[in-house]
């Protein structure tokens, strides 16, 4: 639905600005730090926009409703573009494609720790012979 839809026709999503921020973010697949790198502003700052502590600028306000996908209307009057709604399948698809990732990241880790001990074990020999032949 696009912004220039009577807002009078709509029926507004009661959450508040914060709740509308999270669940936006939250749909788009994006961490508090990633937006805070992308806006340039603090971790703490995202957190206390979320959580209605305060509100973003004007300026900052037009570039998060556009990183997340979202129109400004919906994200101040909770009427415009919202964030798109994952279906189930959806979700099944992407925690299957994280666990699949993250299976081979520990892959990864267990060879690189299996090695980095070969590395000391060799290390540690060459340090022995160094010494015995120092002794010598």
Not at 104 to 109: I, P, Q, R, S
């Given at each position: 639905m696009s912004d220039t839809t009577n807002i009078y026709e709509e029926t507004p999503d009661l959450d508040t600005i914060g709740g509308r921020l999270s669940r936006a973010r939250e749909s788009a697949g994006l961490s508090?730090?990633?937006?805070?790198?992308?806006?340039?502003?603090k971790i703490a700052t995202v957190n206390a926009w979320e959580s209605d502590r305060t509100l973003p600028g004007a300026q900052r306000l037009n570039r998060l409703a556009g990183i997340l996908g979202v129109s400004i209307s919906?994200?101040?009057?909770?009427?415009?573009?919202?964030?798109?709604?994952h279906g189930g399948q959806q979700?099944?698809?992407?925690?299957t494609a994280q666990l699949e990732k993250l299976k081979?990241?520990?892959?990864?880790?267990g060879q690189l720790i299996g090695q980095i001990e070969k590395d000391i074990e060799r290390v540690a020999a060459h340090r022995a012979e160094?010494?015995?032949d120092l002794a010598t």
């Open positions: 508090v730090k990633e937006i805070a790198w992308r806006l340039g502003v919906w994200v101040l009057h909770g009427v415009g573009t919202a964030p798109m709604e979700t099944v698809k992407n925690v081979l990241l520990h892959l990864e880790t160094e010494r015995l």
